[in-house]
Nanobody, 115 residues
Framework: QVQLVESGGGLVQPGGSLRLSCAAS????????MGWYRQAPGKQRELVAL???????NYADSVKGRFTISRDNAKRMVYLQMNSLKPEDTAVYYC?????????WGQGTQVTVSS
């Protein structure tokens, strides 16, 4: 089993910044992907940023140039630095860890961008 715990969400004004963290624990032999998704009220969960197995990254077009994903493999941590936040970034942010063909999700952390 893989456990994921997110932290770092909160309320921020437009133009502000937040840094999300995700800690992975459990039996992890091979991580194929690790990163972040988000789900806004009434919308489907969508990709935000992801590390693929080869180390390459994917970003949603809506966050390119504003968000940066990073990781610390030794600590089994993945981070999401979010700058220039917009109200449309408001959502619950979920950490994903793909081990083999199985997806594991964190409990989510709320990010609210509002003045």
């Amino acid at each position: 089993q893989v456990q994921l715990v997110e932290s770092g969400g909160g309320l921020v004004q437009p133009g502000g910044s937040l840094r999300l963290s995700c800690a992975a624990s459990g039996i992890i032999f091979s991580i194929n992907a690790m990163g972040w998704y988000r789900q806004a009220p009434g919308k489907q969960r969508e990709l935000v940023a992801l590390f693929n197995s080869g180390g390459s990254t994917n970003y949603a077009d809506s966050v390119k140039g504003r968000f940066t994903i990073s990781r610390d493999n030794a600590k089994r941590m993945v981070y999401l630095q979010m700058n220039s936040l917009k109200p449309e970034d408001t959502a619950v942010y979920y950490c994903l860890c793909r081990v083999g063909s199985s997806d594991y999700w964190g409990q989510g952390t709320q990010v609210t961008v509002s003045s």
